[in-house]
């Protein structure tokens, strides 16, 4: 059975492509019965901070995917140091004494790209284990076979073959000259520990993976299967990065947005991967049975946004679909924070749940439900423009005469949908106008607004007592209102 793991580094928010690639692995893991791992890379101490350890939680936790293990490297150091010796045993590693940061030995040397410095790694090992005891520091370096090997290659199952020449690859760092593993040796220490059968990353560390294939083999290990994922660009063509972009990468700006779990896990998904049959709006477990990595594409794929609105309208679609169907008990729980957010008294699961079935139709996130059910939580009405009561084809005095009536129905009219319409309507026939002319001016009076939900479910859910109070405060604006001379 497969073995995945998702391995981030706690040096910032969970970002929306780290994310991507916790569900691609996650999916895979369930699609063929396999174990999905969580490890947490907290090698790089200087840069780690709980902040960003609590934000890849908070993100992960959201998206409701759970992992069957879990691991911190930060307590795995003694395997990697160990795996690192190991390595150094088999003189496939060398100690390197030079008095320069790790850092800027592999990056460059003068102006030509470094590979290594002959006379360290042509140092005789006794030479080498003198200075060592005499307490010397030195970065552990692998030794790549330029003499004996022309390139590394593997099989990517996204990009296919890749090869790269030992020529272009530096002796690049083990243990730090603190005795600190490298990303390098920490992750593949683990993996090989861990038994895990696939690596399933991005693709800005493909190039990586030729000096991840070196340390398994020197290990004695198998490497695992690799499959890169495509990049997520900006409209612009650039990588999305949290120093550019902002929180526009970062997850929790959709679950705080209002986003439903399930859709932006559907939603990232589309993102560099699509089902034989095009669909696009998948539940969970759909998303299992279709997931497969030959379905990953090799082109970048580009999340769409502006500084004006940070969600990508993909995402704000597949949300309002999967708003409609999902359970209404589920939907109102769900829609508890954001009313209480919005500061609406009294918005506990029992109101929303009555509210819900009104506005589902109406809101592509669940924030929207600040500005969508506002009036069903408001004691007063914001004011309101007095026009707005006039009904198609008519008049303020229409309007008046309207509210009247159906200040009169409501007194005594039956509080359903039924029993409000049968009502109401016959209102209509009494006064001569159709029931359009009847309920424009009803609605607006009750919500402040024409473009409400539906008349008769959303008198039922304000109660006769609040219904009577908004229409006499509507009464009270017509009699305020210009002469029949002003009117427009």
Known sequence: MPRVRFAPSPTG??????????????LYARHNNGTMILRIDDTDIER??????????????????????FYRQSDRLDLHKQAAEEILARGAAYRDFTPMSTEAEDKSHGDAPWLFFPEMRNMPREESDRRAAAGEPFVLRFRVPRENRASVEFKDIVYGEQSKATADIEDFALLRSNGQPTYHMASCADDVAMKISHVIRGQDHLTNTF??????????????????LPLLIAPDGAKLS??????????????????????????LCLLGWSPKNDREVMTREELVEL????????????VNFTEEDPFD?????????????????DLAKQLVPFAQAAGFVGADEARLLQIAPLIRERIRTLRE????????????????????????????????TALHKAHQILQSAEFSHDGLEAALKAGASDLKVKAGQMFQPIRVAVCGRKVAPPLFETLVVLGRETALHRITQALAMLQMAPPAGNES
């Open 369 to 400: 439900i600040a500005t969508t059910a506002d009036f069903f939580f408001a004691e007063e009405l914001p004011p309101y423009d007095v026009n707005e009561l006039i009904p198609q084809k008519g008049d303020l005095a229409m309007a008046g």
């Open 48 to 69: 780690n901070t709980q902040t960003s350890l609590d934000s890849i939680f908070d993100g992960l936790k959201w998206l409701d995917l759970a992992w069957d293990e």
């Open 291 to 302: 997931f497969t990595l030959e379905g990953v594409n090799r082109s970048n794929a580009t």
């Open 313 to 329: 309208p993909k995402a704000v679609w597949l949300n309002a679909e999967n708003i409609r169907t999902l359970p209404l008990e």
């Open 211 to 228: 000096k991840h294939v070196l340390i398994f083999e020197a290990l004695g290990s198998e490497p695992p299967h690799f499959a890169h």
């Open 242 to 267: 949290k120093r550019k972009h902002g929180p526009v990468v970062s997850v929790t700006t959709y679950r705080d947005g209002g986003f439903l779990a399930q859709s932006y896990v559907n939603f």
């Open 13 to 26: 928010y969970l970002h929306i492509g780290s994310a991507r690639t916790f569900i691609f692995n996650w």
